[in-house]
C-alpha cells in the first residue's frame, strides 16, 4: 500500500534569527515548550538554564531534567549556562557534579528563584541563613 503525498503534509519550515528549521510532528520542543513552562500547584523549582524557565516538583526533577536535557552528550555546550553562573569550560561530567552541588540543591534552587522573582510578589519563606 503506497500513500502519495500531497503538497498539504509537507514540513512547514520557518525563518528564526536567518535559520531555517523544519517543524517535524516529531519534534517535541518546538510544540511542548510553552505548555511546560506553565507552572502547575505542587511545582515550586525551577530549571533555570539560560531561558528553559520550566517548573518541577522536586529539586531532583530540575536535576535530571538539566542533567539530560541541558547536560546530555549531544547537547552540552561545554559550559554552565545556569543564569548568574560562571561560563567557565568544564567537561561534561565536571559539569554534572557541578550541576547538582551548585544548582540543584534545594537550597540553590529556591535561592535562584528568589533571585530571578527579583522583589516580585510571591509567597516565599524568608531564608534561615
Known amino acids: 500500500l503506497f500513500l502519495q503525498s500531497t503538497p498539504a503534509t509537507s514540513i512547514p519550515t520557518v525563518q528564526v534569527q536567518g535559520q531555517q ?40 526533577q530540575v536535576f535530571y531534567h538539566a542533567a539530560t536535557e541541558h547536560g546530555g552528550k549531544d547537547v552540552y555546550p561545554g559550559q554552565c549556562l545556569w543564569e548568574g553562573c560562571e561560563p567557565f569550560q568544564r567537561q561534561r561530567f565536571s559539569f554534572i557534579t557541578h550541576l547538582q552541588d551548585k544548582h540543584c540543591s534545594r537550597d540553590a534552587l529556591l ?15 524568608p531564608s534561615n541563613k
Open 21 to 60: 528549521m523544519n517543524l517535524q510532528p516529531s519534534s517535541y520542543t518546538a510544540a511542548s515548550q510553552h505548555a511546560e513552562q506553565m507552572k502547575k500547584p505542587g511545582q515550586n523549582f525551577m530549571c533555570l538554564w539560560q531561558s528553559c524557565k520550566k517548573w518541577f516538583q522536586t529539586p531532583s
Open 111 to 125: 535561592a535562584g528563584l528568589k533571585q530571578d522573582e527579583l522583589g516580585q510578589p510571591g509567597n516565599q519563606k
